[in-house]
């Protein structure tokens, strides 16, 4: 099993802004995951993307993916106060997610 | 709705008392997951389940106990062996292990008292 280890650990953004967190891993990956937590709540599945897939949208976000580099993206554009949260990575290559501990966005209004 | 429901909410621990927590799921998932989260920290594993009948430990899997009777219900027991149980505890289940979307409930917090 392994470790996405995100950064960076806290970012804060006005709204309307873009928020861009990275994860890195160290070993081959079937494929990636990010979540959401809303503070004192269960995470969120937001998007997976394919060991063979490079870019995926979904609404306001962009997930990148280079296994390359053992480097995954999320962007979030146009952010908005309810995007406060803490995001995690999670890269797959067993039968388990291993979490990292996350980056922490602050959307201010 | 289809989800996962875990209870309770808040949950108080004398010192040597086991305590269960209760997560359920209508999601007609196979596999089921719990993990421990400190604050500011990321999930870690405690044990998973890919079918009934069956689970395997995860990463500190020491001081906790589960069963996997039916494909709904995954309980997690907090011994008294575990000196540090105050936590966030997530339960979480997918379609099948591994490489499938986990949907989280909405935790149970345990407190020492």
């Known amino acids: 099993s392994q470790q996405g280890e995100e950064d960076p650990q806290a970012l804060s953004i006005q709204e309307g802004e873009n928020a861009t967190m990275n994860c890195s891993y160290k070993?081959?990956?079937?494929?990636l995951q990010w979540y959401r937590q809303n503070s004192g709540r269960g995470l969120v599945h937001l998007i997976l993307?394919?060991?063979?897939?490079r870019e995926k949208h979904s609404g306001r976000l962009r997930v990148t993916l280079d296994t390359s580099k053992k480097s995954s993206s999320l962007l979030i554009t146009a952010s908005r106060a309810a995007d406060t949260a803490s995001y995690f990575c999670?890269?797959?290559?067993?039968?388990?997610?291993?979490f990292g501990t996350g980056t922490r966005l602050q959307v201010f209004p | 709705d289809g989800g996962i429901t875990q209870s309770p909410k808040y949950l108080f621990r004398k010192e040597g008392q086991n305590v269960t927590l209760s997560c359920e799921q209508n999601?007609?998932?196979?596999?089921m997951y719990w993990y421990r989260q400190d604050p500011g920290q990321g999930l870690r594993l405690i044990y998973y389940?890919?079918?009934?009948?069956?689970?395997q430990k995860g990463d500190i899997a020491e001081g906790y106990s589960v069963s996997r009777e039916k494909k709904e219900s995954f309980p997690l027991t907090v011994t008294s062996a575990q000196k540090n149980p105050t936590a966030f505890y997530l339960c979480?289940?997918?379609?099948?292990?591994?490489?499938?979307?986990?949907?989280f409930g909405d935790g149970t917090r345990l407190s020492i008292l």
């Open positions: 999601l007609n998932h196979d596999a």
């Open positions: 389940s890919q079918i009934v009948n069956d689970f």
């Open positions: 999670a890269p797959i290559n067993t039968d388990k997610l291993i």
């Open positions: 993307i394919r060991s063979n897939e």
């Open positions: 979480a289940s997918s379609m099948m292990a591994g490489y499938q979307p986990q949907h």
């Open positions: 070993t081959s990956i079937n494929n």
